[in-house]
């Protein structure tokens, strides 16, 4: 009879285990930057440009040095002496540290105060007196290739005008003949407006060169501490065995804590400088208006149908505006991310994507805000064009979908622009979407209601999405192929730790990874602990963005504990006195198979790893894993919303919202369902209360929580979720796919059909995000589209 232990009892894999990290986070435990104070530590503050475009004609910071208590003033012509005023960006572009020539958009930096508090660094802020010549602005991709548009990025050679890339996937001439045998021909042009990730916590870090030692310690905000490493020991030239970056606990990051921001280098050098720790904690608004911005992106979509319904071919061409440097983290091949995922749900014969960057007026956007790299764009087209095509063809939205649904026997299957996705039931979701909402009921309450002039929607959105870069043959960030670590090491208790190459900001991995543990070894969850970084003790890893740490740091996880079993297999054969071909394995325990009475559990193992190993065999019980994915894995979801649009004042209730995510093997369903719950909420802001936008003379709108609305508790609409389909991904050790963003990529698309079918046969099409109000109002009374970031209205 098997002896294997209980794995949901032990918080293995599908045991809804409580996060441990909770235990500290709950009692204000937790340890952030900001809350790290070392003895000596000086303060730094940032003074910020207030114009978007202007030449530095000079600066004088005499003011600034003379007020008691500053110790440095840092300007871009002290850091130029040090070849540190530009950065290489993640993308090959430069950003500058702090400004030298010219200032390229509100908010950038242009000086750095060091003092005693941050009090006095601020008032020395104050203090700098800086003389612009203002320049024009720009701040679209329109105005940024108009004739004769300054050009912004001066600085480089060989950069004759504000155009950051032409690129172009697919196939042009396949897709000219697929358009050419349409009956209908759907069009869309569609604009996602720029959004931020708002973490809680803002962006921060605390650099402590000790002179003595020739050590640089850094305690930073970072997703992906190891790249940090690399990047200060090539910008600044310090040896990287002397660099410790240490991340500690993070509030909240979703992209925003990828990008290395000036402000990290500057208090790197002002400690080198000083030969004290410098303390730099970024406040709420220049949280918001200078780091990590996402989406802005222009698209013209056209689709070629059939009209039966079988969608021919797709025509896309976007228009990005990256603001004043192209700085966003992401696969070094693709120019605008992975955006050519668009269409991966469905079965499309061919397609072909023109995609232009332009730099403008606005800070560095383009991260990949909870998504794998543009993703959220790709996916919001993809479900905005599905909507149009199948109102231009009469025909229901979910008969549409599952018309050209990629089928379960079609996996592995090649999207029209090359990716190969792994498994999924993508209809059998659908149904269970639309059971949970009671689609033909609702359809006969919508069509009764407008008889009564209530306008009722129903929204679908669908995503696949390609999580878990990468696999190293087609993914590199800065030439750093992109995989994975984890090293886990088991006590000669039988109790463990694991380290692994991700960093997580909120994700659970505390909790998660211990299950794992357990799933592959039958220790309990409870005794493996769990630390991530520190680049002085965990493997090199490429961080935690793009979903990538389940597929990609989760695996070797599982792969590092089945090297762990294999040893201790050799340990259990050695105190069996058997052959280890007699030796089987049940969770937790090996057994001779010819008598399974006589055993060995794991723990006993790893005593045995320290005291009574066989003649030869290395001591210890640890290990190492590095995992290179042979795929990305690519989850899949179903979203659909029912809403009411209150046609005199154009404002819309969630009646009903019902999420069907397949993530394959669920690790931990409690925090899974976690995860699709706040991306759903990031997703409801998205769509209807979240812009920043800027006005002509390049002044970001948006840059405090009055104008950047955060969902609360009260506005956000439950959420019914469903987890009854499961595809495993066939090349993850377990079975897991990632799960952290889906909801944000596929949700804003939801909310969007809804309404616009809501407004259905009024003859509006489309209504860029976010719908306020106003905009959905004016929709209605004017009957037409609302398109672009929303204006900025004057006082009066
Ligand atoms: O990279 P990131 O941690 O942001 O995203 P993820 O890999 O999708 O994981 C988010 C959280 O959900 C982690 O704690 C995962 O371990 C957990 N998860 C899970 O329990 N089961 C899955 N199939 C996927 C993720």
């Known amino acids: 009879m098997s002896q294997a232990v209980d794995e949901i009892k032990i918080g293995g894999l599908g ?74 960006t993640l993308s090959y572009d430069t950003q500058a540290v702090l400004a030298t020539d010219k200032v390229r958009f509100q908010g950038q930096e242009v000086a750095c105060v060091i003092a005693d508090d941050p009090y006095i660094a601020k008032d020395a802020c104050e203090a700098i007196v800086v003389d612009y010549e203002p320049l024009p602005v720009i701040v679209s991709p329109e105005q940024a290739v108009a004739d004769g548009a300054p050009v912004i990025r001066d600085d480089k050679e060989n950069q004759p005008d504000n155009v950051i890339y032409n690129w172009e996937v697919g196939d042009a001439a396949g897709t000219e003949r697929a358009f050419a045998q349409a009956d209908v021909v759907s069009k869309l042009k569609l604009h996602y407006p720029r959004s931020h990730p708002s973490p809680i916590e803002c962006c921060g870090s605390i650099a402590d060169f000790n002179r003595a030692t020739s050590k640089l310690t850094v305690y930073m905000t970072t997703q992906a501490p190891h790249i940090i490493r690399a990047a200060v020991a090539m910008v600044a030239e310090l040896p990287e065995h002397m660099i410790r970056i240490i ?62 319904g079988k969608i021919l071919g797709v025509r896309m061409n976007c228009d990005a505006d990256h603001g004043a440097f192209f700085s966003d ?9 992975l955006l050519h995922s668009a269409f991966a749900s469905y079965d499309i014969p061919v397609a072909h994507l023109t995609a232009r960057g332009t730099y403008s007026n606005k800070a560095p956007g383009g991260v990949a805000y909870r998504c794998s790299f543009r993703v959220t764009e790709a996916m919001f087209f993809q479900e905005r064009m599905v909507q149009a095509a199948a109102d231009d063809l009469g025909m229901d939205q979910a008969a549409f979908r599952r018309m050209n649904f990629v089928r379960d026997d079609q996996f592995p299957h090649r999207t029209p622009f090359g990716f190969l996705t792994d498994s999924g039931q993508y209809a059998k979701c659908l149904d269970v979407g639309l059971k949970a909402i009671d689609y033909e009921e609702f359809r006969r309450q919508q069509q009764e209601a407008r008889e009564r002039g209530r306008l009722l929607g129903l929204g679908i959105s669908t995503m696949t999405e390609p999580l878990g870069a990468g696999n190293s043959r087609e993914y590199d960030i800065l030439g750093i192929k992109m995989f994975d670590s984890a090293e886990l090491k088991v ?83 050695h105190l069996l006195e058997v052959s280890e071909e007699d030796i089987e394995w049940e969770l937790g325990r090996f057994y001779v198979r010819s008598a399974p009475d006589r055993g060995v559990t794991i723990q006993e193992c790893a005593i045995a790893a320290y005291s009574n190993m066989p003649d030869g065999m290395e001591p210890g019980l640890e290990n190492t894993a590095y995992y290179d994915p042979p795929n990305l894995t690519w989850p899949f979801a179903v979203y659909i919303v029912t809403v009411e649009v209150d046609p005199e004042t154009g404002v819309w209730d969630v009646l009903k919202m019902v999420a069907v995510d397949d993530c394959g093997v669920r690790i931990n369903p409690m925090i899974v369902e976690g995860q699709i719950m706040g991306g759903l909420t990031e997703a409801y802001a998205m769509s209807n209360m979240q812009f920043i936008t800027f006005d002509a003379d390049g002044n970001c709108v948006g840059a405090n929580y009055m104008d950047y609305l955060l969902p609360t508790a009260w506005e956000t609409p439950g959420f019914e979720l469903h987890s009854e389909v499961v595809t495993p991904c066939p090349h993850h050790p377990i079975g897991a796919k990632g799960i952290g963003e889906c909801a944000a990529v596929g949700g804003p698309a939801a909310f969007v059909n809804a309404v616009m079918d809501a407004l259905s046969g009024t003859g509006v099409r489309n ?30």
């Open 247 to 308: 991340s500690p606990d993070i509030g909240g990051g979703f992209g925003n804590k990828v990008p290395v921001y000036p402000g990290y280098v500057c208090s790197i050098l002002a400690s080198i400088l000083l030969e004290r720790p410098v303390k730099w904690i970024e406040d709420k608004s220049g949280n918001l208006i200078s780091t990590g911005f996402a989406r802005d992106i222009y698209l013209d979509g056209e689709m070629a149908l059939r009209k039966d």
């Open 329 to 337: 983290a992401q696969p070094s091949k693709f120019k605008i991310g």
């Open 767 to 796: 209504i860029d995000m976010p719908l306020l109000p106003d905009r959905v109002w004016e929709a209605i009374k004017y009957q037409r589209d609302v398109s672009g970031a929303p204006p900025v209205r004057s006082e009066d």
């Open 15 to 88: 045991a809804s285990r409580k996060r441990v990290e909770d235990s500290r986070f709950i009692r204000g435990k937790g340890n952030y930057t900001d809350d790290i104070v070392l003895p000596d530590m000086l303060h730094m503050e940032i003074l910020r440009s207030p114009l978007a475009h202007a030449r530095i004609k000079s600066i004088d910071a005499s003011k600034a040095w003379d007020i008691p208590g500053v110790h440095l003033v840092l300007t871009g012509e002290m850091m130029a002496t040090r070849n540190l005023a530009w950065m290489p």
């Open 491 to 573: 006590h000669m208790t039988g109790k463990a730790i694991v380290r692994t190459g991700a960093r997580g900001q909120g994700q659970g991995h505390e909790t998660t990874w211990a299950q794992i543990v357990s799933h592959e070894l039958g220790i309990p969850a409870e005794d493996v602990v769990v630390e991530e970084g520190d680049t002085d003790t965990a493997p090199f890893g490429m961080g935690t963005y793009a979903s990538r740490s389940t597929p990609v740091a989760g695996a070797a996880v599982a792969m590092v504990a089945r090297k762990i079993r294999a040893k201790a297999r050799k340990l259990a054969a």
